[in-house]
């Protein structure tokens, strides 16, 4: 099923975010992970695609068995970095074959260890570019990146979000945000989005925090800014691995349900492989959703 059928046909898409894992680690992992965030019935799962196309072969593999084994959704995220038209055709081509209809379209990041001249000659600039060429050629739908504070590379919000529209123009079906902590941030975006003419929809993508360290790695990452309530919870709780992964969930529960009540059009959740975490959200989301839906 395309991922914009659901956008029409529900108040808020509510999705997991997962990645393959460490070549270190079995791919058997990722499948226990799998097995605990089905009964959760997520609208659709996502799976991330190393940088570099270093993870190609495993994100196919996992698309295809939440697609056609958990039969959820599935959303396989594609970067365009170092790539040739004939390399995205090929991964397009055996994703149509695993009966995967979603691919988040992006352009993804040079490694940072990566020597000068490893990478070769990329046939796409922007993601866009790959978002034009797939929908000029596969009928897949797409979904794009976007950032509530503006992407690392651009330092005006304003032409992040002109670079944005295009994306739209291009065939994307809908956007997810990188993680947030602060709905603000959010809310300001949304309305120069808005002025900007975008109208397909934008999920929110929600980190719950479970300790510090992961949540300033994550900020060298994304430029995401942490506002002062939740350095304070950090401050107090950070001793204790349970209370900082308890206030962590309450953090994120309320966020996102202040969100759905400022009628956002979906919720994407970063689950970190960690199926408790989205299982306790989740929880905390119950009523919360039925009464959205119902
Ligand atoms: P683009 O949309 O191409 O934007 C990159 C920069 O170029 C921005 O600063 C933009 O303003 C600028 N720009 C765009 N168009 C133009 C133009 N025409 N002229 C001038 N400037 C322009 N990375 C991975 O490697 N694997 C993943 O699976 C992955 N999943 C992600 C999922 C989400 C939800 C998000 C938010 C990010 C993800 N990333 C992933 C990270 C992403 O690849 C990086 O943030 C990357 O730096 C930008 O990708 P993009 O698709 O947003 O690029």
Not at 222 to 246: C, G, M, W, Y
Not at 249 to 265: D, K, P, S
Request: charged share 30%; hydrophobic share 35%; aromatic share 8%.
């Amino acid at each position: 099923m395309y991922i914009s059928e659901l956008f029409d046909q529900k108040k808020a898409v509510i999705s997991f975010e997962i990645f393959p894992p460490k070549q270190t680690s079995s791919i058997v992992t990722i499948y226990e992970t799998i097995d605990a965030l089905a009964p959760l019935r997520p609208d659709y799962i996502s799976v991330t695609y190393g940088a570099g196309g270093s993870t190609s072969k495993t994100t196919l593999e996992i698309a295809s068995i939440i697609k056609n084994k958990y039969r959820i959704n599935a959303l396989a995220h594609l970067t365009c970095f170092n790539s040739s038209r004939e390399d995205i055709d090929k991964m397009l081509t055996d994703l149509e074959k695993e009966n995967i209809a979603n691919v988040l379209a992006l352009r993804g990041d040079r490694p940072r260890t990566w020597k000068a001249g490893e990478e070769k000659e990329s046939d796409f600039k922007y993601a866009a570019d790959l978002a034009k060429f797939i929908s000029s050629k596969h009928k897949f739908c797409l979904g794009g990146a976007c950032y509530p504070e503006g992407h690392p590379e651009c330092s005006d919000l304003d032409r992040d979000v002109e670079n944005l529209k295009r994306k739209e123009e291009a065939g994307v079906d809908f956007l997810i945000t990188q993680l947030f902590f602060d709905n603000e941030k959010y809310y300001r975006f949304k309305e120069k989005a808005d002025k900007s003419g975008i109208k397909i929809p934008i999920q929110a993508g929600i980190m719950p925090i479970t300790n510090r360290k992961q949540v300033e790695r994550m900020i060298e990452l994304s430029n995401a800014t942490i506002p002062h309530k939740l350095v304070r919870i950090l401050d107090k709780f950070e001793h204790n691995q349970q209370a900082i992964r308890d206030a962590g969930i309450a953090y994120a529960t309320e966020q996102i349900i202040e969100l759905l009540a400022n009628e956002i059009r979906g919720i994407h959740i970063y689950t970190m492989n960690k199926p408790q975490i989205a299982k306790d959200l989740v929880r905390n989301l119950d009523s919360i959703l039925y009464a959205l839906n119902n």
